[in-house]
């Protein structure tokens, strides 16, 4: 079993800042990709950001030059910094992750996501 756990979703003016967690647990024996992704209401879900395993990333257009993803491989760790956020960055944002688990084979796994809402 495998558990990715968020945190750091909230309520926040525009213009504001927000950084997200999300740690991997369980049995994991490597992990090739994290990321996050977003679904607003009404919309369908969509790339934010992911970072691989080798440092390359890629970021959905609506997003670069204000949001940062980044890993730290010994916590299992992903973050994603959001600054001069945007009304229309409100909408659920999930953490997901490409991996390897103990029992072999490689599997997507998603966490529960968590609210961000910015006011304008």
């Known amino acids: 079993q495998v558990q990715l756990v968020e945190s750091g979703g909230g309520l926040v003016q525009a213009g504001g800042s927000l950084r997200l967690s999300c740690v991997a647990s369980?049995?994991?024996?490597?992990?090739?990709?994290m990321g996050w992704y977003r679904q607003a209401p009404g919309k369908q879900r969509e790339l934010v950001a992911v970072?691989?395993?080798?440092?390359?990333?890629n970021y959905a257009d609506s997003v670069k030059d204000r949001f940062t993803i980044s890993r730290d491989n010994a916590k299992n760790t992903v973050y994603l910094q959001m600054n001069s956020l945007k009304p229309e960055d409100t909408a659920v944002y999930y953490c997901?992750?490409?991996?390897?688990?103990?029992?072999?084979?490689?599997?997507?796994?998603w966490g529960q996501g968590t609210q961000v809402t910015v006011s304008s």
């Open positions: 997901a992750a490409r991996l390897f688990t103990t029992l072999g084979g490689m599997t997507d796994y």
């Open positions: 970072k691989a395993n080798s440092g390359g990333t």
């Open positions: 369980g049995s994991i024996f490597s992990i090739r990709t």
